[in-house]
């Protein structure tokens, strides 16, 4: 299984990016998949996840500025992401579920998530 970000880079505040995760070897509709970060110095953040319907759980802190979508014919997951602001900056992984969550649908917990990308780095200034 291979997840590989893409889209990071530089953006000034208020500004938007979109992240991609395209990932081989893998169905990913078949459990979760999700976005995370971590900043310097600080532990992992779950951001938001989507499973094999559709629906989608986020992080409440970082509700009206970050969504989810999936592209199934490219296998790819994409994180949308608006209004960018300083404390957003922080590596992005990818991330995906190697089974069906025991609670019962997806969620940004990191130990849900067995599958993870290298990471794209976000800067926002």
């Known amino acids: 299984v291979q997840l590989v970000e893409s889209g990071g880079g530089s953006v000034q505040a208020g500004g938007s990016l979109r992240l991609s995760c395209a990932a081989s070897?893998?169905?990913?509709?078949?459990?979760?998949m999700g976005w995370f970060r971590q900043a310097p110095g600080k532990e992992r953040e779950g951001i938001i996840t989507i499973d094999k319907h559709g629906r989608t759980t986020i992080t409440d802190s970082l509700k009206g500025r970050f969504t989810i979508s999936q592209d199934n014919a490219k296998n790819t997951l994409y994180l949308h992401m608006s209004s960018l602001k300083p404390e957003d900056t922080a590596m992005y992984y990818c991330a995906a579920s190697r089974f069906a969550p025991a609670r019962g649908y997806c969620y940004p917990d990191q130990y849900d998530f067995t599958y993870w990308g290298q990471g794209t780095q976000v800067t926002v200034s």
């Open positions: 070897g893998y169905t990913y509709s078949d459990y979760c």
